[in-house]
């Protein structure tokens, strides 16, 4: 019989179709390039045309809009498991349990409609802000924020995260990068949602799955090491021989390369120069997080990574400068990143249950080969393997 191939990590390996974003040739969402989206649209729009499959028009996107303002508002049982939650749970984790418990309470958890879907897709949208804006405000002993009907959506975050609208340039900031984070083909988050529908599970129960699989410093925990590895180096004095020796110890860099993107990840220039923009617009802040003292440091230290790796920045590397910049509490940055991909990870539950396919790859046996079992009695001592 002949050795099926075999390729760790799954790299390379085709594991379906989808129409819904390509990275090939820089990416893109339903065949817009990322750029092209963040420079005239809004994540509202980039939302409505990952879930539907074009940009809306004017009268689509308002009762779109519409619709997801109306659903932001979290069940009181949930609100009160929210405060009932250990001290020590963190922002992400609050997330994955909240959504979990959000299927209990939506009528339509049970059907895989594609119309069903989509309204349960939508109510999600609006949901995850609010859960990651209560357990905040829960967890610091503030007061709670109601969501408003008539901000978009990164503003609105904002606002019920603060109590206080944000400046407009800190609204864009924000926005654009909700777009870049939105979906990103079969990642691993992306990819256990489907495999998890592809059972004909329900659309909650893969949402949980990916927020599991989101959580890990290897997919969207990335972003909230950024800010870990700037303030390692001391600053932008240190950095170059902090970024040495760190390489010299085989230390891993995080926000740095992608199994996809091998010359560069297009998103990361993108949000760069908002990263940059915002740092200056807080510059005036004095002292050991002042956000421009970080920008420079990451500018020396992906100067040394391409010399000496050959390694570019991925999204999350300006993501976590960004949010810094923002003043947004590190524990927040993977839960943002959620907030966003939501709408990625439901078109494809909605796009793999179209046309189903149960996911069940074959594994390639390195075990004992086949052997006779003894008796109970005439088993010698063994160490477990």
Sequence with gaps: MTTPAYSPGLEGVVAGETAICTVDGGLSYRGYGVGDLSAHCSFDEVAYLLLYGELPAAGQLKEF??????????????????????????PLDALRTAVS?????????????????????????????????????????????LARQDLPHAANF??????????????KALD????LYAEHEFNASTFAARVIVSTLSDLHSGVTGAIGALKGPLHGGANEKVMDILLATGGP????????????RKERIMGFGHRVYKTGDVRAGILKTYARTAAEANAARAGENDPLKWEDTADIIERVMAAEKNMFPNLDWPAGRLYHAMKLEIPLYTPIFA???????????????????????????KGPAARSVKPLAERGEQSAG
Excluded at 339 to 362: C, F, K, T, Y
């Design 339 to 365: 907030m966003s991909r939501i709408s990625g990870w439901a078109a494809h539950v909605i796009e793999q249950l179209d046309n189903n396919r149960l996911i069940r790859p074959r594994a390639l046996y």
């Design 101 to 145: 418990a959000l299927g209990h309470f939506d009528q339509d958890a049970a059907d895989n409609s594609r119309d069903a879907n989509l309204r349960k897709a939508e109510r999600l949208l609006a949901q995850i802000p609010v859960v990651i804006a209560d357990h905040y405000r829960i967890a610091k002993g503030l007061p709670e924020v």
């Design 237 to 248: 004095d240190r950095a170059e021989d902090w970024t040495r020796a760190a390489l010299a």
């Design 176 to 179: 654009v990068s909700l777009i």
């Design 65 to 90: 809009q519409t619709r997801v303002a109306a659903a932001r508002r979290l069940p009181a049982p949930l609100k009160e498991l929210l405060a009932a939650l250990p001290k020590w749970t963190t």
């Design 158 to 171: 904002l606002y019920m995260l603060r109590g206080a609208e944000a400046a407009p340039a800190e609204v």
